[in-house]
Structure formats: structure tokens, C-alpha cells
């Protein structure tokens, strides 16, 4: 194992425990239900993407050979970048409808531009 996976290992482990610590700490004005779940969606994909790389550096922390040899070794996980790209994903789409304004336009207003 290489001391500096392990080490980036750590501390995208604690950047995702602190992302969990900082947004449940954020006071919640949300009156919808749908609104509670896109918010605890998005807080769980915006720390799984810190957990994600985090066991992404373990697994290449895993492999033993160095040079060349490791990117055919390590080529074995190439699976696992879906694993990061699915909460990558979730927390912008979840964002991105929690950013949303669903209120109807005012009358009488425009909204063609």
C-alpha cells in the first residue's frame, strides 16, 4: 500500500463527514415534504461523492505493482468510477430542483421574454 493513497483516502473520508456535518447543520425553510426529501438527497450524494473517492484511492492503494503494470492492474476497478459519477449525478439534479423557483409567474407578466 502507498502512504499517500491511504493519507488522500483520509482525508476525503473526513471532507465527507464534515459536508454531513456542515449541511444538516443549515437551518431548513422547506414547507414541502418533496422539497425535505431533495434536500436529504442531495446532502447524502454531496458526502457519497467524498466516500466515493475516498474508496477510490483505497482500491488503487490496493494495487501493488507501480509503473506501466499499474494502469493494467488497477484497470480492474474501472467499474468504480460509476460509482462516483451516480452520486455525482444525484446531487446535482437534486440541486438543481431544490434551486428551482416553482411559483407561478405574477398575472399579467411576460414570462416570454
Known sequence: MNVAEVVLAAIFGLLGIRSIVHWLRRPLELDARRDHLLYALFVASRAGV?????????LFASVDTEG????????????????????????????FLLGRDRRSPPAGRDTDG
Open 50 to 58: 467524498w466516500f466515493a473517492l475516498m474508496g477510490l484511492f483505497l
Open 68 to 95: 506501466r503494470a499499474f494502469a493494467d492492474d488497477a484497470a480492474r476497478f474501472n467499474w468504480y468510477y460509476l460509482v462516483i459519477a451516480v452520486p455525482a449525478t444525484l446531487q446535482f439534479v437534486s440541486g
